[in-house]
T-cell receptor, first 114, second 113 residues
């Protein structure tokens, strides 16, 4: 199993440009989510999905769109990039255990917006 | 508004020592408290987790202590090793079937050889 894969690893955008961060998982997990990681702020949830066709907003959804047409894929779209979106983005897939949720994170995409 | 407060921000421990990282929360609806370990350039990985009906959970050298009345929980790393040098995040998940996980700000641990 490849686990959770993310592309690209690095990206530089100019203000106002749009792009899509790709995320795929091969573990057949129901739940997928996108986080951004900024220094001193931990990980903050952007959007999440509890199954194909179902998405919802997290803590910091503004400026981002998601869709989930298949169980495997969960792309994150930046509509009009802003310098405030400079961050490291992590995709995660999760499944429910008897105790809670086990989340598997991808390797991340480092995005710089100039 | 930081719903999960983590301290310290950074920590230096001698090899063989005990590393202690603390977290506090306000929302009593949280029902699952995982800890994640992150190495540079990698995504976080689940280390250990606890539910609030348990006061302590141990897995190898890693122990979570949970104080429900104080709304605090902590990670203890016994016999700390240089390979434990990483950033550690505490987190909390909202209950009643919820999925959203709130993370603390992270603690950078450095274990001196």
């Amino acid at each position: 199993n490849a686990g959770v894969t993310q592309t690209p690893k690095f990206q530089v955008l100019k203000t106002g440009q749009s792009m899509t961060l790709q995320c795929a998982q091969d573990m057949n997990h129901e739940y997928m989510s996108w986080y951004r990681q900024d220094p001193g702020m931990g990980l903050r949830l952007i959007h999440y999905s509890v199954g194909a066709g179902i998405t919802d907003q997290g803590e910091v959804p503004n400026g981002y769109n998601v869709s989930r047409s298949t169980t495997e894929d969960f792309p994150l779209r930046l509509l009009s990039a802003a310098p405030s979106q400079t961050s490291v983005y992590f995709c995660a897939s999760s499944y429910s255990t008897g105790e809670g949720f086990e989340q598997y994170f991808g390797p991340g995409t480092r995005l710089t917006v100039t | 508004q930081q719903q999960v407060k983590q301290s310290p921000q950074s920590l230096i421990v001698q090899k063989g020592g005990i590393s202690i990282i603390n977290c506090a929360y306000e929302n009593t609806a949280f029902d699952y408290f995982p800890w994640y370990q992150q190495f540079p350039g990698k995504g976080p990985a689940l280390l250990i987790a606890i539910r609030p009906d348990v006061s302590e959970k141990k897995e190898g050298r890693f122990t979570i202590s949970f104080n429900k009345s104080a709304k605090q929980f902590s990670l203890h790393i016994m016999d700390s090793q240089p390979g434990d040098s990483a950033t550690y995040f505490c987190a909390a998940k909202r209950g009643t079937g919820g999925f959203k996980t709130i993370f603390g700000a992270g603690t950078r641990l450095f274990v001196k050889a």
